[in-house]
C-alpha cells in the first residue's frame, strides 16, 4: 500500500514479556519517529531516525525501550520487560523531507495484563 | 507546564456554528506549526499547517500570534463530520523535526 503500515494492530501481553512492534514506512521517507499515545492523552516522542545519522532517543522513557531501522526502511519498537503503564497505542510515523508532512500508520494497540 | 497547551474541551456545538479553539506553547524558538485531527481510535492526520499571516482552507482559518507564543483554529459552518479531536502541534527548534502535541480538544457537532 502506499501510507504506513504497523503490525501489529492490537497486542496484549502479560507483564514482564518482551513485545516487538513494526513499522514499515512509505517508500522513499527518509525520516522515521515513533509516538505513543496513553489513553485520553496526547502523543509524546519516542524516538526519531533519520537516513544514516545517529537517532534522537531523547524521548524513550526507559532504557527497556529500544528501536532499530534496519536498511533504512522497517522500523521495530522493543519493549522489554512490559510494565502496565506502557500501555497505550504506538504510532509511527514518516516523513519525505525535513519541511514535509509527518504520515502517521495507524498504531499498535498495546495491553499490559 | 506543558510545551503545547489546549482545553481538552469538550466542545458541544450544534450544526451550522462557528467555534473557536486555541492553544499556547511554551518554546519561543519553536519553527512550524500545526494542526492535526484524529478521530476515534484513528491515527492523527494533518488539517493545515500555520503560518503567521494566517491562513484559510475553506470553512478552517488557522492563526499564529507569535508574540503572544498562541495559536488558533476556527471552525465556520460546523458539520456533524466535524466530529472529532483536533491537536495543536507544534516543531520544536531542534534538527530532528519532531512534533510536540498538545492534548488535544474534543469538538462534537451535534444535529
Known amino acids: 500500500g502506499a501510507g504506513v503500515s504497523q503490525s501489529p494492530s492490537n497486542k496484549v501481553t502479560e507483564k514482564g514479556k518482551d513485545v516487538e512492534l513494526r513499522c514499515d514506512p512509505i517508500s522513499g521517507h527518509t525520516a522515521l519517529y515513533w509516538y505513543r499515545q496513553s489513553l485520553g492523552q496526547g502523543l509524546e516522542f519516542l524516538i526519531y531516525?533519520?537516513?544514516?545519522?545517529?537517532?534522537?532517543k531523547s524521548g524513550l522513557p526507559s532504557d527497556r525501550f529500544s528501536a532499530e531501522r534496519t536498511g533504512g526502511s522497517v522500523s521495530t519498537l522493543t519493549i522489554q520487560r512490559t510494565q502496565q503503564e506502557d500501555s497505550a497505542v504506538y504510532l509511527c510515523?514518516?516523513?519525505?523531507?525535513?519541511?514535509?508532512?509527518?504520515?502517521f500508520g495507524p498504531g499498535t494497540r498495546l495491553t499490559v495484563l | 507546564r506543558k510545551e503545547v497547551e489546549q482545553d481538552p474541551g469538550p466542545f458541544n456545538v450544534p450544526e451550522g456554528a462557528t467555534v473557536a479553539f486555541n492553544c499556547t506553547y511554551s518554546n519561543s524558538a519553536s519553527q512550524s506549526f500545526f494542526w492535526y485531527r484524529q478521530d476515534c481510535r484513528k491515527e492523527p492526520k494533518l488539517l493545515m499547517s500555520?503560518?503567521?499571516s494566517g491562513n484559510e482552507d475553506g470553512r478552517f482559518t488557522a492563526q499564529l500570534n507569535r508574540a503572544s507564543q498562541y495559536i488558533s483554529l476556527l471552525i465556520r459552518d460546523s458539520k456533524l463530520s466535524d466530529s472529532a479531536t483536533y491537536l495543536c502541534?507544534?516543531?520544536?527548534?531542534?534538527?530532528?523535526?519532531?512534533?510536540?502535541f498538545g492534548q488535544g480538544t474534543t469538538l462534537q457537532v451535534k444535529p
Open positions: 500555520v503560518y503567521s
Open positions: 510515523a514518516t516523513q519525505g523531507q525535513p519541511t514535509d508532512t509527518q504520515y
Open positions: 531516525f533519520q537516513g544514516n545519522s545517529a537517532p534522537d
Open positions: 502541534v507544534v516543531k520544536g527548534s531542534s534538527n530532528t523535526g519532531k512534533l510536540i
